[in-house]
């Protein structure tokens, strides 16, 4: 039962452009959502988080958005830089429990 | 400040043996989350304790594995009789509170030869 899905295994922009990461959520009761990035062999480390209450949050290049009625939240990188090639997860729950993790999405960013 | 410290990085065990891998949280951190990264997956939540308790152990297969958080100590993640199947990589977290954003380490790489 994926409670947080990440439909795109992977994605490739050109350093400068835009990034887009997209995740989707079947569980209506979370209400934290959080992205996490994680280089190989490291643990994850945290980017940025947004609670239901709101519908964006920005910290620098990075920008979250949250769309609760279609249960849907993307993280944007702008502008894209080759240090941002890792995988990015995806996290949500509910207050005071455990986060459930996507599966990721593999961003490489071009020079 | 340390952050989250796991230990050993790698682990190397023969199919039977025990693995127990450590965690030490992030000071003035007393909940810690163990979850689990199977190659090409997401991040799996295996438990969640506080001191000296377990507050959730639904993601923890019910034989062979085992966790605690000593009022002293790390916590400990062990698996008796390591099948092939529990190599993947073993993430610790911890947070100051429920509901708080996680700090990982770095993870144990276990592999069962």
């Known amino acids: 039962d994926q409670q947080v899905k990440q439909n795109s295994p992977s994605l490739s922009v050109q350093e400068g452009r835009i990034s887009i990461l997209n995740c989707d959520y079947t569980?209506?009761?979370?209400?934290?959502f959080l992205w996490y990035k994680k280089y190989p062999a490291e643990g994850p480390t945290f980017l940025i988080s947004?609670?239901?209450?709101?519908d964006k949050n920005e910290d620098g290049r990075f920008t979250v958005f949250l769309n609760k009625s279609a249960k849907h939240l993307s993280l944007h990188i702008v502008p894209s830089q080759p240090g941002d090639s890792a995988v990015y997860f995806c996290?949500?729950?509910?207050?005071?429990?455990?986060?459930?993790f996507g599966a990721g999405t593999i961003l490489r960013v071009k020079s | 400040n340390a952050g989250v410290m796991q230990n050993p990085r790698h682990l190397v065990r023969r199919r039977g043996q025990e693995a127990r891998l450590r965690c030490s949280p992030m000071?003035?951190?007393?909940?810690v989350y163990w979850y689990r990264q199977l190659p090409e997956e997401g991040l799996k939540f295996m438990v969640y304790?506080?001191?000296?308790?377990?507050?959730?152990e639904s993601g923890m297969p019910k034989e062979r594995f085992s966790a605690e958080f000593p009022k002293e100590g790390p916590s400990i993640l062990r698996i008796q009789q390591v099948v092939r199947g529990d190599s993947a990589a073993y993430f610790c977290?911890?947070?100051?509170?429920?509901?708080?954003?996680?700090?990982f380490g770095s993870g144990t790489q276990l592999s069962v030869l």
């Open positions: 977290a911890s947070s100051p509170s429920p509901g708080e954003k996680l700090f």
């Open positions: 569980n209506s009761m979370f209400d934290y």
């Open positions: 947004i609670s239901s209450i709101k």
């Open positions: 996290a949500a729950s509910e207050y005071g429990n455990k986060l459930v």
């Open positions: 000071k003035g951190h007393s909940h």
């Open positions: 304790l506080q001191k000296e308790n377990i507050i959730d």
